[in-house]
């Protein structure tokens, strides 16, 4: 069994908007903290947003003020809003799953296999 799958990826215009979604088995989801992650071609992995179980998010700074981050508990997933794309937007997402609540991707212990999301100009 999957602890974590992400779909939704696809192709999108520049400018244009997008949703991914990250649902998680009821045991990982409920290990709280979720993570969104991304990587580029040749490039390391990079904070999109967490969010911890209490809702907190922790966007970073290429993405704040672009991308939303919300949680349906009763569906156990977690959803990535993505606004105003842009090119460099370019990359295969992950969710994570962790219990330190941190930005730092090596506290998350559950990763999907990740989705890509191809933005074009």
């Known amino acids: 069994q999957e602890e974590l799958v992400e779909s939704g990826g696809g192709l999108v215009q520049a400018g244009g908007s997008h949703r991914l979604s990250c649902t998680a088995s009821?045991?990982?989801?409920?290990?709280?903290?979720i993570g969104w992650y991304r990587q580029a071609p040749g490039k390391q992995r990079e904070l999109v947003v967490t969010?911890?179980?209490?809702?907190?998010?922790n966007y970073g700074s290429s993405v704040k003020g672009r991308f939303i981050i919300s949680r349906n508990n009763a569906k156990n997933t977690v959803y990535l809003q993505m606004n105003s794309l842009k090119p460099e937007d370019t990359a295969v997402y992950y969710c994570?799953?962790?219990?330190?609540?941190?930005?730092?991707?090596?506290?998350?212990?559950?990763w999907g296999q990740g989705t890509q999301v191809t933005v074009s100009s």
């Open positions: 994570a799953a962790g219990d330190l609540g941190t930005t730092v991707p090596a506290s998350y212990e559950y």
């Open positions: 009821e045991r990982t989801y409920g290990i709280g903290n």
């Open positions: 969010i911890t179980a209490a809702g907190s998010p």
